[in-house]
């Protein structure tokens, strides 16, 4: 159970909501930072390669870093999805409006299974196409045998799904500035690093 410990000098907010664990909250900022350097990686090697047709060693760099970055971060959600599983979540931000609980929760597990979707479509989709190197060092276990056809189909997806997470990404950020900005309610406080340590 964790520490609770309320502070009278702080606002009731501060004392009377529950937050996210110390824990989750530095897999939810973990997760955002690997995202965020995934998304340009993927359009700038896309670009250099496909649309340019420049397959230098920046190029293949690119390739090599978004693929080991995406499986690292597949690692990070699958670790941080158990441990969301087994703990749970604080109760809903109390003034919420049952439609918004239900957007809020749809929203979170649309990007849980975005999260866990798109490595695996990228690492069949390289597994496919025969592009499994890692930075000439070493290369992913393949996950089927090579199919081009299959291996356009599957990049076809990760390109979509991409999109999608895009999307669902920009909904979600939209939603917590939001209520931080407007509706200036707890949600994004519940998230936020350096809050202290309670939990429920
Ligand atoms: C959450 C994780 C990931 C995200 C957000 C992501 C995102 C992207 C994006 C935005 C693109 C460019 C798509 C386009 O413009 O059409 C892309 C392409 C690509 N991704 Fe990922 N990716 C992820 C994980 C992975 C992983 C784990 C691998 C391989 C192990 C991978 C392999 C590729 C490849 C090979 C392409 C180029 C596909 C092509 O040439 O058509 N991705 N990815
Ligand atoms: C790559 C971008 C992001 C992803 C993939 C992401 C993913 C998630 C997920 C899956 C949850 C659900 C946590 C759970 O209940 O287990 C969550 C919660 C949350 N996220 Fe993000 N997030 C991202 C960016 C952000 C940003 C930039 C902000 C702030 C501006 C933010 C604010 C929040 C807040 C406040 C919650 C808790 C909402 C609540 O209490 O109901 N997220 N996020």
Do not use: C
Request: net charge positive.
């Amino acid at each position: 159970m964790a520490n609770i410990k309320s502070d009278p000098r702080k606002p009731s907010l501060d004392s009377d909501t529950p937050v996210y664990s110390p824990t989750a909250r530095r897999y939810h900022w973990w997760t955002v930072a690997f995202v965020a350097a995934m998304f340009p990686l993927g359009k700038a090697m896309d670009y250099r390669g496909n649309h340019l047709n420049i397959w230098d060693n920046t190029t293949n760099a690119l390739y090599s870093l978004h693929k080991i970055l995406g499986i690292l971060l597949l690692a990070l959600i699958i670790v941080r999805l158990a441990y969301r599983l087994k703990n749970g979540a604080p109760p809903d931000e109390p003034t919420l409006e049952p439609w918004q609980k239900l957007a809020s929760h749809l929203t979170h597990w649309g990007l849980y299974g975005l999260l866990i979707a798109m490595p695996l479509l990228g690492w069949l989709g390289v597994s496919l196409y025969g592009a499994r190197d890692i930075f000439g060092l070493f290369s992913l276990p393949p996950l089927a045998a090579q199919n081009q056809e299959a291996a356009k189909l599957v990049f076809m997806l990760h390109g979509a799904g991409a999109g999608l997470l895009f999307v669902a990404i920009g909904a979600h950020v939209g939603a917590a500035l939001y209520h931080h900005v407007i509706r200036k309610d707890g949600v994004l406080r519940r998230m936020l690093p350096g809050i202290g340590t309670r939990k429920s």
